[in-house]
């Protein structure tokens, strides 16, 4: 990668945080931070039962370009990440790209590098969304379970979209600074599939710019125990779905 271009973007991601105290790689965010001092990172405490604050308090202190932001109580991952958005609505001169990455770093930090270098290579576009994708070349671990009702669900969003979406749930996204607070104006319908709703906000009220969303397949991808989606999440995600698709089809 050109690390010429990392002097002339700036990447916010918004990091949601309920109960990582034990889970949250401060190490690998370290180095990473160390190496990449124009990709900052907001991590944001969702009202956590444990020290989250105190970890992400302390990795906020070596780190400039690291802040935290505290939620009395829990709002869930959704309403975790778009208070992030929104708390930096007034610093759109210092960021390119707004966006957010799982804690658990299912997706390496590495990953982010790869996502600069498309966005240099294509100025098109403004929604960046990671593919976990199983291919040659690649390593995507993903339990069988999840990984095939994970392809039933992204076939009816396809269809329901009308788009050829791979995969809505990945844990990485950017978004380019022009658009990201009208899609995150509002509060999301889903506490677990707000990924989609983005998809269809992007396609009603951005409608002449639905070319300039991608999807970039990551080289690596690791299911990491503890995560808060339940399979009753998934049972319920169809209900979600019809809900998300029904107010967006008639705007």
């Known amino acids: 990668m050109d690390n010429s271009y990392l002097s002339t973007i700036k990447v916010l991601l ?10 949250l790689k401060s190490e690998a965010f370290l180095q990473f931070g160390k190496d990449n001092p124009n990709v900052h990172f907001l991590f944001v405490n969702d009202g956590s039962q444990d020290q989250t604050i105190k970890v992400i308090e302390e ?19 959704a309403e975790a990440i778009r208070s992030g958005v929104l708390a930096n609505k007034g610093n759109t001169e210092n960021y390119e790209f707004i966006g957010y990455l799982d804690a658990d770093l299912s997706v390496p930090l590495a990953e982010i590098s790869d996502f600069l270098s498309i966005l240099q290579k294509n100025k098109n576009i403004k929604f960046l969304m ?4 199983a291919r040659l070349g690649a390593n995507i ?4 379970r999840r990984h095939y ?11 329901l979209l009308n788009e050829p979406v ?18 995150f104006k509002e509060e999301f319908i889903s506490k677990w599939l707000f990924d989609v709703e983005l998809l269809f906000r992007w396609k009603a009220y951005f409608p002449n710019n639905v070319n300039m969303i991608y999807e970039h397949p990551l080289s690596k991808w690791t299911d990491i125990p503890g995560s ?4 009753g999440n998934f049972l319920y995600a169809p209900i979600e779905l019809f809900i998300i698709w029904n107010k967006y089809r008639k705007l």
């Not at 990671?130 to 994708?133: D, M, S």
């Not at 671990?141 to 069988?144: D, L």
């Not at 009702?149 to 269809?159: D, E, M, N, P, Q």
């Open 141 to 144: 671990k993903r339990k069988k």
């Open 14 to 23: 918004v990091i949601p945080c309920y109960n990582e105290e034990f889970r």
């Open 228 to 231: 808060k989606l339940k399979l």
């Open 166 to 183: 791979y995969d809505t749930q990945c844990g990485i996204k950017l978004i380019h600074k022009s658009v990201v607070f009208e899609l």
């Open 59 to 77: 990795l906020s202190k070596k780190m400039q370009h690291f802040s935290f932001l505290s939620l009395e109580k829990n709002v869930g991952k």
């Open 130 to 133: 990671g593919a976990r994708l």
């Open 149 to 159: 009702l994970g392809r039933i669900f992204a076939t009816f969003v396809s269809s």
